[in-house]
């Protein structure tokens, strides 16, 4: 069975590519943090609804009892980047904490969606060896 033609996992794969690729450049970061003039770059965030929308999977009320969302998605705000809180006397912006907050963040989020999808391959691997 393909799992890549299922969207939830579509999705878990997005979304754990983006935080890698998020990753390389707070590591990045931190590795030019004594290159003079260089300035912390950060990707955009991770746009849950435009990806749900790619993968095909929808929000469905699938019985009448069932509670409509009464709320629109608020929209991502953009990210401080713009704002350099610290500088370095040669002009670089890079802030360790930051970044390693960034890290830490960006680690969590990996380990939720590794294991959101393990726990649905072995709800498939359940079901298919109950038959």
Same mark, same amino acid.
């Given at each position: *069975?393909? %799992? &890549? &033609? !299922?969207? %939830? #996992?579509?999705?878990?794969? /997005? /979304? *754990?590519?983006? %935080?890698? &690729?998020?990753? =390389? @450049? !707070?590591?990045?970061? @931190?590795?030019?943090?004594?290159?003079?003039? #260089? /300035?912390?770059?950060? %990707?955009?965030?991770?746009? #849950?609804?435009?990806? *749900?929308? /790619?993968?095909? @999977?929808? =929000?469905a009320q699938t019985a009448a009892g069932h509670l409509e969302g009464l709320r629109q998605p608020a929209g991502f705000r953009a990210d401080r980047q713009a704002t350099v809180y610290e500088t370095a006397p040669a002009g670089n912006g890079v802030v360790l904490e930051e970044q390693m907050l960034k890290a830490a963040e960006v680690r969590q989020a990996y380990d939720l969606a590794a294991n959101l999808f393990q726990k649905h391959v072995g709800m498939l691997r359940a079901a298919f060896t109950s038959r």
């Open positions: *069975m393909d %799992l &890549s &033609s !299922i969207g %939830l #996992f579509q999705l878990a794969g /997005r /979304r *754990m590519e983006y %935080l890698g &690729s998020r990753h =390389q @450049v !707070i590591a990045q970061n @931190v590795a030019n943090a004594d290159t003079p003039g #260089f /300035r912390a770059k950060d %990707l955009k965030p991770f746009d #849950f609804q435009a990806a *749900m929308a /790619r993968t095909g @999977v929808a =929000q």
